[in-house]
């Protein structure tokens, strides 16, 4: 039985599907889980067991009846605590709306309980959604299920948590800045941080008030899950037009071209002097660039079509705009105070407090580097690269709102805490899609993911890559004692 919690999300909707075990007992089977292992990790911290118990009860009537089932059928899982669900609190870990209670689902949570889902609980996030490691004042602290003195990484850190731990069949997570992309690796699961604007993101609190209908620039909701194949049935579940737009619009993924690896083109940018890569993981990536070389891949080694820091020249500015909107009145007023001092060459309190003008000047760039990206991709169906400098690290709380203080260990060195954005700037800034992969670990046992960019709106290739990916070289693996 304790298998069962680790199958895929797909597995488990056929095994209730063939009556092999009841949505209820597959609830039970996870909330039994999560009352013997759950406080180790501490990533699922609220629950409707009532409510799901009773849409189980229901699930497992329509089976006896006959009824069209959904694809994701019976299957309990849990969501980021960003994102609303009905009648359950809503905290995106601030204190600042700690005690709202939801009235609605957010949209992608509608879909997910459509396709038959059951949602039982919410997963711990930092406060905001504004980290790469999750803790937060009204939950605490969430662990690396590989290692409990690490994070799980941020800010879907208690979603990656919970998956590789086996206490959800599924989880929904959000990316702006490697949100999905960081945990998955972090935690060795899989991630897909989808083309932007494919899911629709309301009903999500993630730096702004509930009820907000202004979307976020950059900023995605995707799955994570223990098996590749689930990233194509979160795909399937989420993507299409919001509730405005379905009366005419229509949103068909193409599928990818290659098939096998053998028939994939591929770029890999393993490395780079702007953003070093710890060597350990640099190496359990060649590896897996040499398995995929090794089935007959197409494989050519350089950087991408913009260099990383042309691209953190546009990355950074575009995100701290859209983050100074998550500012009190008050500090907002201080920090537009800040910026008449800054000067020229500007700073900190001027990327928060950018004007619509230079706003705009910024996002011209933008469209010109994601010209270069679609030209860099007539040749290559995907590129290969890091997700982040390294591998899980421990747990450091330090309030650092400039990430001034905290650092990196890369080889043994100190680097900056913010060169967690590097790896995630390329796809986040191109609105291109991105899935992590689980390819090895570290001599410490730390999980290793590698990143996989596909062209906008091919989000099947890079699934279909990792899906690929995971046949040749293995996949994921469970974290001891779980």
Known sequence: MTDLAFRSASRLAAAVAAKEVSSVELLDHYLARLERLGPKVNAIVARDEEGARAAALAADRAVSRGEPLGRLHGVPVTIKDSLEVAGMRTTGGSTRWGHHVSTHDAESVARLRNAGAIVFGKSNLPADARDWQTHN???????????????????????????????????????????????????????????????????????????????????????????????????????????ERAPAWRLELPASRARTLREFRVAAWLDDPFCPVDSELVAIMRAALEAVRAEGASVVEGEGPVGLDETMALYQPLLMAQSGLVESDESYAGLVELAATEGTTGGFASDLTISFRGWHALDERRQHSRRRWAEFFRDVDVLLCPVSPTAAFPHDHRPDPAWSVRTLRVDGGDRPYREMLTWMAPSAVNHLPAAVAPVGATRDGLPVGIQVIAPYLHDRTAVRFVQCLAKAIGGFRRPPGF
């Open 137 to 243: 004042e009204i939950y605490g602290t969430t662990n690396n299920p590989w290692d409990p003195t690490r994070g799980p990484g941020g800010s879907s850190g208690g979603s990656a948590a919970a998956v590789a731990a086996g206490l959800t069949g599924l989880e929904l997570g959000g990316d702006t800045a490697g949100s999905i992309r960081v945990p998955a690796h972090f935690c060795g699961v899989y991630g897909l941080r989808p083309s932007y604007g494919i899911v629709p993101r309301y009903g999500s609190v993630s730096g702004h008030a509930p009820g907000t209908l202004a979307d976020f620039d950059m900023a995605v909701l995707g799955p994570l899950a223990r098996h590749a194949d689930d990233l194509d049935l979160g795909l399937d579940v989420l993507a299409g037009a919001d509730h």
